[in-house]
């Protein structure tokens, strides 16, 4: 290169010490506050989110369904991702845990795990266990739309990563319903998944949970629907009283695959209330919450009480999960 | 037991459509985003990517591409890189990350509405990955610009372009929110995977990057090969779904969907990369001219890509595409230079006697067209008439491109000037296609004020300063000569 030369200093551009939008913190801003923050095109003008005429199918969307929502905020932007993650951060901490999970994999694959398992457990892992790739790939979707709709580049990454710890567990689910097929043909494993999650009395609720929340478009209902209530719900039912169940019936495996899908669920639990938090700071919006709350939850207590009731020997299980949805909501300050 | 091959399971993780009866199929996937085509779900259900990772390769492979990427110098080195760096390759970095970091955060949102939207499960896993991807563009992007915001104001801009008003902004709003943000995912996959990822990409972060290399900014380098990889991949969503188009019958739809965003791509990238490669890029380090690159990126590539396909090149490619390849960027340029104070880059006018020998070189016929008006520029910076290189007329943009109506200067002056009279308002634009694009769908474009627009309108305020403040351009976000006007020496020295 040419470094040899050197150049006029062309003019008086005088540098920043951070990004001007970030001036007036008083902190100094974190990696992830410098690479997520206020990034968002859409939120900078109300009558035409969109670069276009204000009156097409995408800007009318947005202004009906995120500008025009009841859940209000002066300063969207304020939200913060209490785990501060990048996308750097998270393809490390992933990379982690599916590390560990391919740990988990080999060793009960070496034991001859899923060949010792009950043969009534098999039946329940095939009922219960392996159509859950359903229920991830709705929370792909739910999440997906709270990326391209969320008033706040802090929120839409948040809902990214979501989004793709869903994938994460279709593919694990995937992986397992294989290898459960590979031991135990005839049980339904591969094949049976699709009609167990549309017509086993078992998943209806989730079902009916999950397909009314996927068009609950107004964004802040969207919020509501999926991150208070039903990921909560369909964790505490699928994941954690399944895998309870699991250990019960001396399958390890299942059990500790739960456990490290709710490290998951936990890391969107803490964004989702922190989310609240910010919601409940305006007065008007604990109204909106509670209303939405009042048509939410009694689907998702069913969906729950029905999903459970199918769980063997696990006869406390709907009442623990209901109860664990309702701590959550508490956290939240929203009982 | 032997861990489970990936072929095994991997369909089995995009088998996840069912068939909902709590809600109406249509209110789940409204066609206004799903599929406005009306063709068959089992016909979406085929597609197939042409290219396959699972989360776990996908969170493995992207981890270590970043520790590479993140590694190359440290940041001292790079800072100190940056300072004896030329002024032209200085320019290139402001006006790159601050055109095109936002852009990719951008498509974030795009690829999340392919994830939420799409029929086909394998789509909607590759738009997964494609969300998390242009985070990662976003992000190291940002991150590097960040590296030199106390050496410039300008690199700011990486950060704070996407809610200015900028009139160079406007225009990148305008092409990419019609592109990808705005239409059902079917049409804006086409448009942004096939048109924008698969034909275009490959010069900012292909060609781009050879020039880096040769100039000795590895970072940069090495951060725009990766963030190509990542393209590569993404871009693949594209070409499943014209098959299926085409075998559904909907060949004329996937036709207009490429010439149009074509297009619309084209005038982008010809003045981002064109400029940067053919006035701003150090001339020793230029490995082959803009024009060289587009026919090797785009004339073979695409044109094989999209005959491979079944399909035709875009009806204006002859008439109107090859021609511009010619001249569209250099006369921009001579507008960028002019207007510098509207940009928060510094500008380099990149025509010193050895650069315009150059120019000639791979454009024969510059000198009698373009060098006419830098003749007079250069003129009067000699004479120090420095206020007669910035003009205080108002320019007229094209209500598509946002961009200065500009045709072939010189001997063959050939302004073009395409106006539409619809609903009782007067539209221009730059180019019988700009026009073209206006008419299939007039109810989109419509109503959408270009800058200058707002300007006659008085949306933007009166006066000396209130067109800055309307760009949110304080006094040290303005452009000046990246030279200081040095450039301009070397015409005395000669003449002497
Ligand atoms: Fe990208
Ligand atoms: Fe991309």
């Avoid at chain 1, 039946?123 to 219960?128: E, G, I, S, Y």
Wanted: aromatic letters at 12%; a negative charge.
């Amino acid at each position: 290169m040419t470094d040899a030369v050197v150049f006029p200093k062309s003019n008086s551009r005088p540098g920043l010490k951070t990004w001007s939008t970030l001036a007036g913190t008083r902190k100094r801003p974190s990696e992830y506050e410098i690479l997520t923050y206020n990034l968002h095109a859409r939120t900078r003008d109300p009558q035409a989110p969109y670069e276009q005429d204000p009156d097409t199918m995408m800007n009318s969307w947005y202004k009906k369904h995120v500008v025009a929502s009841p859940l209000t905020h002066p300063d969207w932007d304020a939200f913060r991702d209490p785990d501060q993650l990048t996308y750097r951060a998270y393809t490390t901490m992933q990379d982690g845990q599916e590390q560990y999970v391919d740990g988990l994999l080999e060793d009960h694959s070496e034991n001859g795990h899923d060949a010792s398992l009950p043969s009534a457990w098999v039946d329940a892992l095939a009922r219960l266990y392996t159509p859950g790739r359903y229920t991830a790939a709705a929370g792909q979707m739910a999440s997906a739309y709270l990326v391209q709709v969320a008033p706040a580049s802090t929120i839409t990454n948040a809902a990214a990563f979501q989004e793709a710890d869903c994938f994460r567990w279709i593919s694990r689910i995937a992986y397992r319903t294989r290898e459960l097929a590979n031991s135990h043909a005839d049980r339904g494993f591969v094949t049976g998944e699709r009609a167990r999650f549309e017509t086993d009395p078992a998943w209806q609720g989730i079902r009916e949970l999950l397909e009314k929340a996927l068009v609950a478009y107004d964004w802040g209902e969207a919020f509501v629907a999926y991150n208070v209530v039903a990921a909560r719900a369909v964790e505490e039912a699928c994941v954690r009283q399944l895998g309870l169940a699991a250990r019960r019936h001396g399958d390890t495996l299942t059990a500790m695959l739960a456990d490290n899908q709710m490290k998951d669920a936990a890391r969107s639990r803490r964004w989702t209330a922190a989310l609240v938090g910010q919601c409940l700071a305006v007065e008007s919006n604990r109204a909106v919450i509670a209303g939405w709350l009042g048509k939410w939850l009694p689907l998702a207590d069913r969906a729950i009480d029905m999903f459970c009731a199918a769980l063997p020997e696990s006869p406390a299980a709907g009442e623990a999960a209901k109860a664990a949805c309702a701590g959550f909501r508490r956290e939240l300050g929203l009982a | 037991m032997a861990k489970v091959a990936t072929r095994d399971w991997y369909d089995i993780a995009r088998d996840t459509n069912w068939t909902p009866t709590y809600v109406a199929e249509d209110e789940m996937f409204p066609p206004q985003f799903s599929d406005p085509y009306g063709i068959p779900l089992a016909e979406w259900e085929t597609f197939d990517e042409p290219y396959k990772i699972t989360f776990r390769d996908y969170v493995q492979s992207q981890r270590e591409k970043d520790v590479g990427a993140y590694s190359v110098k440290s940041a001292i080195a790079r800072t100190e890189f940056y300072r004896k760096a030329s002024p032209g390759w200085k320019s290139l970095l402001q006006l790159h990350f601050g055109a095109v970091s936002f852009t990719e955060y951008g498509s974030v949102s795009a690829f999340a509405r392919m994830s939420r939207f799409a029929r086909a499960p394998g789509m909607r896993n590759m738009a997964n990955f494609g969300s998390l991807d242009e985070i990662r563009h976003a992000q190291i992007q940002m991150y590097f610009a960040y590296e030199f915001i106390g050496e410039s104001r300008a690199f700011d801009w990486a950060q704070k372009a996407v809610r200015t008003n900028n009139w160079v902004v406007i225009s990148e709003r305008h092409c990419f929110d019609d592109i990808e943000h705005t239409r059902d995912v079917i049409s804006a996959a086409i448009m942004t995977n096939f048109s924008f990822e698969q034909a275009f990409t490959n010069l900012q972060f292909v060609a781009l990057s050879a020039d880096a290399k040769k100039y000795g900014d590895y970072s940069f380098a090495t951060m725009l090969q990766t963030i190509q990889s990542d393209e590569a991949r993404h871009a693949q969503i594209g070409e499943p779904l014209i098959e299926i188009m085409l075998r559904n019958g909907r060949k004329a739809e996937a036709q207009k969907l490429i010439d149009i965003s074509f297009w619309r791509i084209w005038k982008q990238f010809s003045v981002l990369s064109g400029v940067s490669m053919d006035y701003y890029t150090p001339l020793e380090q230029r490995e082959l001219s803009f024009k060289e690159f587009v026919k090797e990126f785009v004339g073979n590539q695409f044109l094989r890509n999209i005959q491979a396909l079944g399909l035709e090149k875009p009806w204006y490619w002859d008439e109107y595409f090859l021609p511009d390849i010619d001249v569209y960027h250099h006369a921009q340029q001579i507008g960028i230079y002019l207007y510098r104070a509207t940009e928060w880059w510094d500008v380099i006018a990149g025509v010193s006697p050895a650069e315009r020998q150059w120019l000639e070189s791979k454009y024969p016929g510059w000198n009698d067209t373009f060098g006419q008006v830098w003749d007079v520029i250069t003129e009067n910076i000699l004479a120090g008439r420095l206020e007669r290189t910035e003009p205080k007329l108002l320019p007229m943009m094209c209500n598509m491109v946002g961009f200065e109506l500009t045709g072939v200067p010189g001997k063959k002056w050939d302004v073009r000037d395409c106006q539409v009279d619809y609903e009782g308002r007067r539209y221009h634009f730059g180019h019988p296609v700009d026009k073209w694009i206006f008419e299939q769908e007039p109810k989109r474009y419509k109503n959408h004020m270009g800058f200058i627009d707002r300007i006659v309108r008085g949306i933007v305020p009166a006066g000396p300063d209130g067109v800055f403040d309307y760009m949110n351009m304080g006094e040290a976000d303005r452009g000046n000569c990246g030279e200081n006007f040095a450039w301009a020496e070397s015409y005395r020295r000669a003449a002497e």
